[in-house]
């Protein structure tokens, strides 16, 4: 059987975002299948539809760990209509990253996601106006001393757009908390480029942030400049496909 993400999926980045912008005028295939299924196998459990196991873009099972989080993607399957559409897909395809992706080169992942904690979005704080430096401290503070208390890292913040250069004491002890499981390091990832901070990732891996409060936490600024100037449509638009990928990411840390 085809994979139906063969196409829009080779060769392509595992940046949530790109994948969003990718998958936004793919040709739809009309769905050819009746039956989605989830099935035990060895270590896992994979989708199948119409009793035939479903295929990522390398030719790997699309298997999950917890039969909760596989059912959760052959759903994905199930709730397809007159087409197959991937861009409402957005759990099967970071199933696609993670099998396809993370779990050959862990190691690259996991480096990724702590180049960020040099530079976290919750460390760069405005010095004004009020609003925004009261929203920063309400959404970011916790964060700061989530990275204190539960990860033994004391972060430093700065002001403005100037380069703070963190411990490297902290970034090591932060980094230790990156998680080594695929299936969690594939979520954290996804979740530290969405929001531009490595620290809101951790907390929602650990349950320290709910999915809710770490996009808020990743939008503040935004939100406030959308607050003084008025609504950007096509932000919005955007974001909401980000958003849908965030959800995906903060499912697959629920259901592991």
Not at 62 to 87: F, K
Not at 133 to 151: C, K, M, S
């Amino acid at each position: 059987m085809r994979d139906i993400f063969d196409d829009i999926s080779k060769n392509q980045p595992l940046d949530p975002t790109e994948s969003a912008r990718r998958n936004m005028r793919p040709q739809l295939r009309r769905r050819f299948y009746q039956a989605v299924s989830v099935e035990p196998k060895e270590g896992g459990y994979a989708v199948l539809l119409d009793g035939r196991p479903v295929k990522t873009p390398a030719r790997r099972a699309l298997a999950a760990p917890t039969q909760a989080l596989a059912q959760a993607i052959a759903d994905e399957w199930d709730a397809q209509r007159e087409v197959v559409d991937p861009a409402a897909m957005p759990l099967t395809r970071l199933a696609n990253s993670i099998i396809d992706g993370v779990a050959e080169k862990p190691d690259a992942v996991k480096a990724e996601i702590a180049k960020f904690l040099g530079s976290d979005l919750v460390c760069y704080r405005a010095d004004s106006p009020d609003g925004l430096v009261a929203r920063q401290t309400q959404y970011w503070n916790p964060l700061i001393a989530f990275a204190r208390d539960a990860l033994g890292a004391r972060f430093v913040l700065g002001e403005g757009v100037m380069f703070v250069t963190q411990p490297d004491e902290a970034i090591a002890a932060a980094a230790r908390a990156i998680p080594d499981e695929p299936w969690k390091l594939g979520a954290v990832s996804a979740v530290t480029s969405l929001t531009g901070s490595a620290l809101i990732a951790l907390a929602l891996a650990q349950g320290a942030l709910s999915a809710a409060d770490a996009w808020a936490a990743a939008h503040v600024d935004e939100d406030w400049n959308m607050h003084q100037w008025g609504r950007d449509e096509q932000a919005l638009e955007r974001r909401a496909a980000r958003e849908a990928e965030m959800q995906a990411a903060a499912k697959v840390l629920a259901l592991l």
